[in-house]
């Protein structure tokens, strides 16, 4: 298998944080959106950013930038999408996504997502973390996504469909598994003003 492209998901609205780009907040002194490239960037063979409106704000990350190719902020499945669409016209066979408003999220994300998919036998797979009561929580904006399926999804979008696990469970999706670091969930993102200050706390 090839290595996969990566896509990092800046495409919400971000309503809690009153708007603006939750990625280009400042942690530790560094934006959120630095943090999570030096993640990601390693794991994959090329990066590409998905965000809506204009792509000059983020114009000195270097990286290209294409937006939701369906109207009306459809949602995180719309940003896999957009990622589909692009690793296709790179000739890839996969894209390995990962949130913009993440800075904590594992080092080993693309490997054990790919290991995940192939033990199982199916297309896609999601991060998850153990969950006292659900047994597993999935985090379906960190994921490895097949190109292969860009139409179907792209169908289903259209169709309105716009809940990640219905869409994933058509088609079968692993659960890569990363145990928390004590009380350090590594898929902790930043919604709300109060998660910028326990991020700062967990740096």
């Avoid at 959120?32 to 030096?38: H, P």
């Avoid at 190719?69 to 957009?82: E, F, H, K, R």
């Avoid at 985090?139 to 399926?149: I, M, Q």
Wanted: with cysteine; proline share 8%; charged share 20%.
């Amino acid at each position: 298998m090839k290595a996969p492209l990566g896509v990092i998901l800046a495409g919400g609205a971000a309503t809690r944080m009153g708007g603006g780009d939750k990625g280009l907040l400042m942690l530790g002194g560094q934006r959120i959106i630095d943090r999570v490239i030096e993640r990601l960037e390693p794991q994959v063979a090329k990066l590409g950013l998905n965000a809506n409106g204009d792509p000059q704000r983020f114009a000195d990350l270097g990286l290209p930038v294409f937006g939701d190719s369906i109207p009306g902020l459809a949602g995180p499945l719309a940003g896999v999408l957009a990622g589909m669409d692009w690793a296709a016209e790179q000739g890839a066979d996969h894209i390995v996504t990962a949130a913009a408003d993440t800075p904590f999220f594992p080092c080993d994300l693309a490997p054990r997502l790919l290991l995940a998919a192939e033990q199982e036998s199916v297309p896609i797979a999601l991060a998850a973390t153990p969950d006292p009561k659900r047994g597993i929580l999935r985090h379906p904006t960190f994921g490895l996504w097949p190109v292969a399926l860009r139409d179907d999804l792209r169908a289903a979008l259209q169709g309105g469909l716009r809940k990640v696990v219905l869409w994933t469970d058509r088609h079968g999706a692993a659960s890569a598994v990363f145990e928390s670091a004590g009380d350090a969930d590594p898929f902790f993102n930043v919604n709300a003003p109060d998660d910028l200050q326990q991020a700062e706390k967990m740096l």
